[in-house]
């Protein structure tokens, strides 16, 4: 493929960091926001008064300090370097800022010049960029809380089926088979393990997220996730467990891997296929 012009990298790069900066809004307050939301629902189906609450959105109220709540100037809210200036603390109370922010600042930069390398400047890699980012979000989100929120899953399993319809429209039967699969399979899962072991090994956001990944794969590809994202979980598990022994018998998300196992198939899933087809055969 054409590689964009040299002078494109540069663009994409800030842009990626911008987006990641949004998606930190995004995974600090959604939950939030859902909390609420479901405390207002509790409230009024019990017929209790209503609680008076300040406005809390994506936009209101501006980036503050979580300790002292000092606003953020706008140079220290400039992705990843207003970090590094700062050197992950506070400017008015010196409190440490999570490594968090900086992090998916990145990984929104690096998502975005991986699609842009793969697959060029098109309306296609904005689709895979958009799911890429939302499995980022989903994955934060998840090991942060553990919740799948289905405002994100549900949308990006919809995204999906436009996207096969859009530019692969051959595929849309394979999508729509991989949807049904994919959210089958865990939900086997979930169901032989709480028979056999009367405990919940994982959520039904699990399952949703699975089937929006076999809607933007097809149902030929959830092999190929089940392998990366339960190898990833496996692995990663045991060494937190043998390097943080407190954490053990603890229950781990399962979203940060199947959305990690996402974003590889969704990236270089050909080629990967290919070798893994080849090693069964």
Same mark, same amino acid.
């Given at each position: 493929m054409d590689?964009?012009?040299?002078?494109?990298?540069?663009?994409?790069?800030?842009?990626?960091?911008?987006?990641?900066?949004?998606?930190n809004v995004v995974?600090?307050?959604?939950?939030?926001m859902l909390m609420k939301d479901w405390r207002a629902q509790a409230r009024d189906a019990l017929a209790l008064e209503?609680?008076?609450?300040?406005?809390?959105?994506?936009?209101?109220?501006?980036?503050?300090?979580?300790?002292?709540?000092?606003?953020i100037a706008w140079h220290d809210n400039i992705p990843l370097l207003g970090w590094l200036k700062r050197r992950g603390r506070c400017a008015q109370c010196n409190t440490p800022i999570s490594i968090q922010y900086p992090l998916v600042e990145l990984a929104g930069a690096l998502l975005a010049l991986a699609v842009v390398?793969?697959?060029?400047?098109?309306?296609?890699?904005?689709?895979?960029?958009?799911?890429?980012?939302? !499995? @980022?979000?989903?994955?934060?989100?998840?090991?942060?809380?553990?919740? #799948? $929120?289905? =405002? &994100?899953? /549900?949308?990006?399993?919809?995204?999906?089926?436009?996207y096969q319809l859009a530019f692969q429209p051959f595929m849309l039967s394979s999508a729509v088979i991989g949807a049904i699969a994919g959210?089958?399979?865990?939900?086997?899962?979930?169901?032989?393990?709480?028979?056999?072991?009367?405990?919940?090994?994982?959520?039904?956001?699990?399952?949703? !997220? @699975?089937?929006?990944?076999?809607?933007?794969?097809?149902?030929?590809? #959830? $092999?190929? =996730? &089940?392998? /990366?994202?339960?190898?990833?979980?496996?692995?990663?598990?045991?060494?937190?467990?043998?390097?943080?022994?407190?954490?053990?018998?603890?229950p781990m998300p399962f979203g940060p891997y199947l959305a990690l196992a996402g974003w590889v198939a969704l990236l270089v899933g050909e080629e990967l296929m290919a070798v893994y087809v080849g090693v069964l055969n």
């Open positions: 590689y964009p012009p040299l002078v494109l990298w540069p663009l994409v790069l800030v842009l990626g960091l911008c987006f990641g900066s949004f998606l995974i600090t307050r959604l939950p939030v209503e609680e008076p609450q300040a406005t809390f959105n994506l936009a209101t109220p501006e980036s503050m300090c979580p300790r002292c709540e000092a606003p390398a793969l697959h060029g400047v098109t309306l296609e890699s904005g689709f895979i960029y958009a799911a890429c980012m939302t !499995l @980022l979000v989903l994955a934060v989100i998840d090991f942060r809380t553990q919740l #799948l $929120p289905d =405002i &994100l899953t /549900l949308p990006l399993l919809w995204a999906g089926f436009i959210y089958l399979a865990l939900w086997s899962f979930y169901w032989l393990f709480k028979l056999v072991t009367d405990k919940e090994g994982m959520g039904y956001g699990d399952f949703k !997220l @699975l089937a929006a990944l076999g809607a933007w794969l097809g149902w030929s590809y #959830l $092999p190929l =996730i &089940l392998v /990366l994202s339960a190898g990833l979980g496996a692995l990663i598990g045991i060494i937190v467990q043998l390097a943080l022994p407190r954490l053990r018998g603890a």
